[in-house]
Structures are given as structure tokens and as C-alpha cells.
């Protein structure tokens, strides 16, 4: 009760800097669009091989959107699944099977379960069976309300790559469903045709890449990542067509990383790109908020649990709310902690990252100065340290005891 006591003024206090800011609802009523992009790192936008560009579609969006080109995942056991949780609850994805598989029946306080109580319809779409990560149970709880996935009877399934159904044909269903649908509303799509082994139907080979491209991890990958742009682009073509653009907070960011450690050779030698941890943990984050026409790049130290913050701040979702993240049009400080288990306890700030130990101890940890990108004095990373080990133990005690709500809902 005690412990309670103490986190729900943490959340409460916090929550008093969104409540207070210029921009807080300033979107009030828009819908909401967000894409988990499958495997969508960072180093493939903007990037230009032999005149072709990689993302063309992704590079315009941000010509007129709000980019955070520093943002890092969160995953834990859960993989994808833990993504959409991260992103959508603002928690550290403490949990033995990830969240969906071990917690599918906690109480939350998530992005779609907040919007319900405001009126919107908040359904969630991915073109893979509907029990893959637990996501059928999960969702009730999560509050997506339909859930559109490979089975569904307003899906059609004619059209497979990979895994399951094809980005191109889930983006274009969504938007003819888009047309019916109460608004507002929010969708939230998980793609899924950027999935190793990245291989594509040569009709879907666009890319005309260097003969030292052909057969390799790196080649398929790209090939990929420029098949996902293009059905993004058609996307958002169409939902400018129906006049939805306007009316709709469009979010977009990766879910993890595609190529592995076992790549990074192969990535060096082909691109030229240090496929470090810090690399391979860096995804996009795109916002585009309606009517916007300029591009804002933001270069802060940002995270998956970011995002339901920065998108209750646009809306105006009445709180208090738990959230360990923070709206990034707030953010001062840059800040991206990690929880599972090989990495826990390691963080990314604009200043410092502190990399930690094996052996769990603060001390046998490395804390590195990103300005000179030189090892600094290991008290330099203490009270950040600190900070996210708390965080992380209050993440882990809210799912564990099913508090999430309790907790921001007791007297
Ligand atoms: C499966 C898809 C992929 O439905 O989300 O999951 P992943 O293998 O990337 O965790």
C-alpha cells in the first residue's frame, strides 16, 4: 500500500508538466494512425545507392513531419510484441515470456484503453494469426477492439509475402475500412513483410543494386525496407485521397532490428555503416501531426516508451497516466533505458551512455562521454543509473501485481 502511495504521486507529479504545456490537446479529436514498421532500423533512411534512394516515400514524409532520428528500441523476451507494449503502455517489458504471454490479463492503462473512455474506436491490424505472440488475449485487455488479422472476415488473405499478409495489401484494406469506421478513431498496424529471412517475390525486387549486393543479408534487407516504403507511400497517398490526411496524427517507427550481429561485417563492407549495439538498437520515429508542412528533425536521445506520451500531450488524454517515458515535444533531457536481461540497467542519454556489466554491478559497468567518445569517471552515469533501476523495479512491480490501473485509480 505504502509502495503504492509512493508511485502514484511519482506518476501524478509527473503528469503535472504535459497538463501544464502549450501544446497539451492541441489535437484534441484527431484520429490516429500509428505504423510498427517490422524490423525498420534507422541507417536505411535517406540512404542512396547507385542514384537510388532506399526510403523515397519515408524521406518525403519527414520532409514535412516531426523526426526523431535518435530513438532507440525497448524490447525485451517479447520480441515485436514487446514493441507494441512498449509503445503503447510507456513500460519496461519486464516479463519471463514478454508482456502479451505472461501479463495477457492485467488491467492497463494503454493508449487504446485511455482514447475508449474518450470516445474514439481503437481496433489494431496485423496480417499474421491471431495468436501469434498472444496477441488475440492480449488485446482485450490492451483495448483494441477489433483486432484485423489474417482470419478476420472483412480480410482478404489472397495476397502473401512472407509471414503472412503483404504490406501493401494490409495498408490498402485498412484504408478502404478507414471509410467506415467511427471516428474518431485509432489504428494501430504492425507490419510484418520486412521479416529475415527477407525474402521477397522477385516481381517485388525494385532496387537495382551492385552485383556485390546479390545473395547477401544486406542486399535483402534493403530490398525489403524499399518494398515496406513504397507500400507506405501508396499508404499515405490514399489516405490524402479520402481526405484523411488532415484529420490525423500519423505516427511511424521500427520495431527492432532486422540484420544481426553476425551482419555486421557484411554492413561495413557493402555500406560502410558500424553495425555497433548502439546501431542496431536505433529505429526511426516519425510524427506527423495534421496540417504540418515543415520537417522538424530532433536529434534528442528518444524511446519507444516515448511515444504514448508525446501522443497523449497532442491529444489532451486526461491523466494522471503511467508512463515512464515523456512527451518528446517536452523532452529536455535526452534518455533511453533498457531492461532485458543483457542489457538492463544500460542507457543512452545526449551526454553519456553508461554500459552495463555482466555481473550486475554498477561499478564493473563502462560510462562512456559521447562528446569526446572517451571512457569518463564511472559517477559521471550514478544518478541516471539510479533513476532507471528504480524505474525498471516499478515497471516490474506494477505488471507483476496487476497495478497498472489500480494504481493510479485507488483513493
Ligand atoms: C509475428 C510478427 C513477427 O506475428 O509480429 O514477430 P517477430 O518474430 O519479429 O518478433
Given at each position: 500500500k505504502e509502495q503504492l502511495g509512493k508511485l502514484k504521486k511519482k506518476f501524478e507529479s509527473k503528469f503535472e508538466t504535459p497538463a501544464e504545456s502549450a501544446i497539451f490537446g492541441k489535437y484534441k479529436g484527431k484520429n490516429i494512425i500509428v505504423v510498427q514498421a517490422e524490423s525498420l532500423n534507422a541507417f536505411p533512411i535517406g540512404m542512396n545507392i547507385n542514384g537510388q534512394e532506399i526510403t523515397p516515400n519515408i524521406d518525403s514524409l519527414i520532409e514535412s513531419s516531426s523526426y526523431y532520428p535518435n530513438t532507440y528500441l525497448q524490447i525485451g523476451r517479447g520480441n515485436t510484441s514487446?514493441?507494441?507494449?512498449?509503445?503503447?503502455?510507456?513500460?519496461?517489458?519486464?516479463a519471463a515470456k514478454g508482456v502479451y504471454q505472461t501479463y495477457p490479463d492485467n488491467k492497463?492503462?494503454?493508449?487504446?484503453?485511455?482514447?475508449?473512455?474518450?470516445?474514439?474506436?481503437?481496433s489494431a491490424t496485423h496480417g499474421n494469426s491471431a495468436d501469434f505472440w498472444n496477441r488475440q488475449e492480449a488485446y482485450r485487455e490492451q483495448g483494441y477492439d477489433p483486432f484485423y488479422h489474417i482470419n478476420h472476415?472483412?480480410?482478404d488473405r489472397s495476397n502473401i509475402i512472407g509471414m503472412g499478409i503483404s504490406d501493401e495489401s494490409i495498408f490498402n484494406q485498412m484504408a478502404d475500412l478507414y471509410k467506415e469506421m467511427e471516428k474518431p478513431f485509432y489504428n494501430f498496424i504492425v507490419t510484418l513483410s520486412v521479416h529475415r529471412p527477407f525474402e521477397l517475390p522477385i516481381e517485388q525486387l525494385y532496387l537495382d543494386l551492385p552485383a556485390e549486393f546479390k545473395d547477401t543479408p544486406t542486399g535483402n534487407y534493403l530490398q525489403s525496407v524499399h518494398y515496406f516504403d513504397r507500400a507506405l507511400g501508396s499508404f499515405i497517398e490514399e489516405l490524402k485521397e479520402e481526405n484523411l490526411w488532415d484529420e490525423t496524427i500519423f505516427v511511424m517507427y521500427g520495431d527492432h532490428y532486422g540484420l544481426v550481429p553476425k551482419n555486421e561485417a557484411e554492413i561495413k563492407k557493402l555500406l560502410g555503416v558500424t553495425f555497433d549495439e548502439?546501431?542496431?538498437f536505433r529505429?526511426?520515429?516519425i510524427i506527423h501531426h495534421p496540417d504540418q508542412e515543415k520537417s522538424q528533425v530532433n536529434t534528442i536521445t528518444a524511446s519507444q516508451m516515448d511515444i504514448y506520451p508525446t501522443i497523449s500531450?497532442?491529444?489532451g488524454i486526461d491523466g494522471p497516466l503511467v508512463q515512464f517515458g515523456e512527451s518528446l515535444d517536452l523532452k529536455k533531457e535526452g534518455f533511453a533505458g533498457f531492461a532485458y536481461e543483457t542489457t538492463r540497467f544500460t542507457y543512452f542519454t545526449d551526454d553519456y551512455d553508461y554500459i552495463a556489466s555482466h555481473d550486475g554491478r554498477f561499478e564493473s559497468g563502462t560510462c562512456m562521454n559521447n562528446r569526446t567518445g572517451k571512457k569518463a569517471d564511472i559517477e559521471a552515469c550514478r544518478s541516471v543509473y539510479n533513476k532507471l533501476t528504480n524505474d525498471i523495479q516499478d515497471s516490474k512491480f506494477l505488471l507483476?501485481?496487476?497495478m497498472v490501473r489500480k494504481v493510479i485509480e485507488m483513493k
Open positions: 514487446d514493441a507494441e507494449f512498449v509503445a503503447n503502455n510507456s513500460m519496461y517489458p519486464i492497463y492503462l494503454s493508449l487504446p484503453v485511455a482514447l475508449n473512455k474518450m470516445g474514439y474506436s481503437t472476415p472483412e480480410i548502439k546501431e542496431r529505429i526511426p520515429l500531450t497532442l491529444l507483476e501485481n496487476n
